[in-house]
């Protein structure tokens, strides 16, 4: 089993910037990948961004420019730098890691961005 614990989130004033971090535990393989994905109230969860184990990245569209994702594979640690933060980036956002074959969920840290 693997955990993700993520850490970071809070309230920002729009055009504010917010750092979120992931840290993983437990049964840690090096190939495949991690990343971030949020659920905003009323929608369903979409992928923000993801990094492979070799640093090889992918953006949502809605992100792209603003977000930055980045990996530390010493101490098994997904970060995004969120600059440029607008309203509709509100949503609880979620660690998530493919190792093997199987994925795993953070809890979620809450991002608010205010008017």
């Known amino acids: 089993q693997v955990r993700l614990v993520e850490s970071g989130g809070g309230l920002v004033q729009a055009g504010g910037s917010l750092r979120l971090s992931c840290a993983a535990s437990?049964?840690?393989?090096?190939?495949?990948?991690m990343g971030w994905y949020r659920q905003a109230p009323g929608k369903q969860r979409e992928l923000v961004a993801h990094?492979?184990?070799?640093?090889?990245?992918n953006y949502a569209d809605s992100v792209k420019g603003r977000f930055t994702i980045s990996r530390d594979n010493a101490k098994n640690t997904v970060s995004l730098q969120m600059n440029s933060l607008k309203p509709e980036d509100t949503a609880v956002y979620y660690c998530?890691?493919?190792?093997?074959?199987?994925?795993?969920w953070g809890q979620g840290t809450p991002v608010t961005v205010s008017s």
């Open positions: 998530h890691a493919i190792f093997g074959v199987r994925d795993y």
């Open positions: 437990g049964n840690i393989f090096s190939e495949n990948r």
């Open positions: 990094i492979s184990y070799g640093g090889s990245t």
